[in-house]
C-alpha cells in the first residue's frame, strides 16, 4: 500500500516522499535568467522535503517558444548557468529536480514572429499566429530534444514535457487547434503524433534511465471546460502512443482531485490515465486547498485567496494506488514547509493561500 512518505522510483530517480512541488511560473527572471532568488526559492521547499521539484515552465530555445515576459529561458549560456546553479542549491538541500520544458504554441501573442500552432488557430477557435510547416514541426522537436539534452547535462534528474494547458503540444493534441489533414491531425492517432515526435526524439537525447515526464490535461487556458478527451477510449488512443515512445510518468492536471474522469467510475485522471497506460500518475488539484485554481478574485492576481484544508481523501485515494504521486501547488506557494508539514500529520499548522505570496519570491 502506497503512502505519503513512502519513496517512488522510476529510472535512475528514487524520489524520497509522494510530494511533487507542481510548475508554477512565477515571472521573476529577467531577461529569461534565472537568478539565485529563484534557487533559494526552490531549494527552501527542497529543505523542507518535497520529495521532486517540477520547476515553473521554461522556454525551449525556439524562436516562437516564448509568450511571457520574465519568465526563464532553457536556453543561452546566462540562462543556463543560472539553471545550474539552481540545481546545485536544491541538491545542496537534499531535493531532487526536473524542469518543466515549455512552447506556449498558440497562446504566443506577439508577432514578430508569429505565434506557430498546428493550424494557425487561437485557443478561442478563431485565427491566430501562423500554421506550421512541416520544417516547423521538425525544428519545434528538435529544440524539444536538446531541452532535454540540456537538462541532463546540467545534472537535472529528468524532464517534464508541458503538454497540457493549450500549449504547442496540446494545440496537437486537441481538436479546436488542431485542423491538420496531413497525418497530424484527424483522428486521435493523428493528433497524438506531433507528440509522439517529440518523446521520441527526448527519449534518444537522454539515457535511458532519465525520467521523462509528460503533462496532460483537458482544461486550457482561458476555457476550463474544454475536454481533449470525450471518452476513456479517446484518451487511451491519445496517450497510449507516447507510453509507447518513452513517457514514463503522466502528470494528469486537473484543478480539484477528487473529480471522477468520466461517468461509471471515481477514478480522477491520473487513475484513468495509470490504467490505460499502465504508466505511473502524478496527480493535481487543489491539494490542502478548499478552492480551487483559477477561483475567487480576480482583481488579486489571476487565482484568488483560499483556506487550508486536509488531506485523508487524497491519503486513501493514493493508499488505492489510483496514482503515485501527489503535486502540489498554492499550498506549497503559501507554505514553503507543507511538505514537512503533511508528512508529520501537522497541517493544521498551515496558512491559506493569498495571491499576495506571488508579490515575491518567498
Ligand atoms: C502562480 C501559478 C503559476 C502556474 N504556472 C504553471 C506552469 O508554468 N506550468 C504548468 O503546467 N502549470 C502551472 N500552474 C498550474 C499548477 O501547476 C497547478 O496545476 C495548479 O495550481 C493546481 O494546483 P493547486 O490547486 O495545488 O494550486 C500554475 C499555477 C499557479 C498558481
Do not use: C
Amino acid at each position: 500500500m502506497a503512502s505519503l512518505d513512502e519513496p517512488f522510483t522510476v529510472g535512475e530517480l528514487t524520489v524520497p516522499n509522494r510530494i511533487v512541488m507542481a510548475p508554477m511560473t512565477r515571472t521573476a527572471s529577467p531577461g529569461g535568467v534565472p537568478g539565485p532568488d529563484v534557487a533559494e526559492y526552490y531549494a527552501r521547499r527542497a529543505a523542507h522535503h518535497v520529495g521532486l521539484i517540477i520547476t515553473e515552465g521554461t522556454y525551449i530555445g525556439h524562436p516562437t517558444a516564448a509568450a511571457y515576459d520574465d519568465v526563464p529561458d532553457f536556453h543561452g549560456e546566462r540562462a543556463l548557468a543560472g539553471w545550474s546553479h539552481v540545481v546545485r542549491r536544491v541538491h545542496a538541500a537534499g531535493g531532487r529536480i526536473i524542469p518543466q520544458l515549455w512552447h506556449t504554441g498558440a497562446a504566443r501573442t506577439a508577432t514578430d514572429p508569429p505565434a506557430e500552432s498546428p493550424s494557425g488557430i487561437g485557443l478561442d477557435g478563431a485565427r491566430a499566429g501562423r500554421a506550421m510547416t512541416h520544417q516547423d514541426i521538425d525544428d519545434a522537436v528538435a529544440a524539444f530534444a536538446e531541452g532535454a539534452a540540456t537538462a541532463e547535462r546540467l545534472g537535472f534528474d529528468g524532464v517534464e514535457l508541458h503538454g497540457a494547458h493549450g500549449y504547442l503540444i496540446d494545440d496537437f493534441l486537441w481538436t479546436r487547434t488542431n485542423r491538420r489533414t496531413d497525418g497530424y491531425g484527424g483522428d486521435p492517432d493523428s493528433r497524438a503524433r506531433f507528440a509522439v515526435e517529440v518523446v521520441r526524439a527526448v527519449r534518444g537525447a537522454v539515457s535511458p534511465g532519465f525520467p521523462v515526464f509528460f503533462r496532460f490535461s483537458q482544461w486550457k487556458l482561458g476555457d476550463y471546460g474544454a475536454r481533449t478527451a470525450e471518452s476513456p477510449d479517446e484518451l487511451g488512443r491519445l496517450l497510449t502512443p507516447l507510453a509507447e515512445a518513452g513517457v514514463d510518468v503522466f502528470h494528469a492536471s486537473t484543478r480539484r482531485y477528487w473529480l471522477p474522469e468520466f461517468d461509471d467510475s471515481a477514478l480522477n485522471l491520473a487513475g484513468w490515465i495509470r490504467k490505460l497506460t499502465g504508466r505511473s500518475t502524478v496527480t493535481v488539484g487543489s491539494v490542502g486547498m478548499d478552492r480551487q485554481y483559477g477561483e475567487g478574485d480576480f482583481t488579486q492576481g489571476f487565482t484568488g485567496p483560499s483556506d487550508v484544508t486536509g488531506i485523508d481523501e487524497l491519503v486513501a485515494r493514493l493508499e488505492r494506488d489510483e496514482f503515485d504521486l501527489v503535486a502540489v501547488g498554492r499550498s506549497l506557494l503559501a507554505n514553503p514547509d507543507w511538505a514537512a508539514l503533511a508528512l508529520r500529520g501537522e497541517l493544521d499548522r498551515a496558512v491559506p493561500y493569498d495571491p499576495s505570496v506571488l508579490r515575491t519570491l518567498a
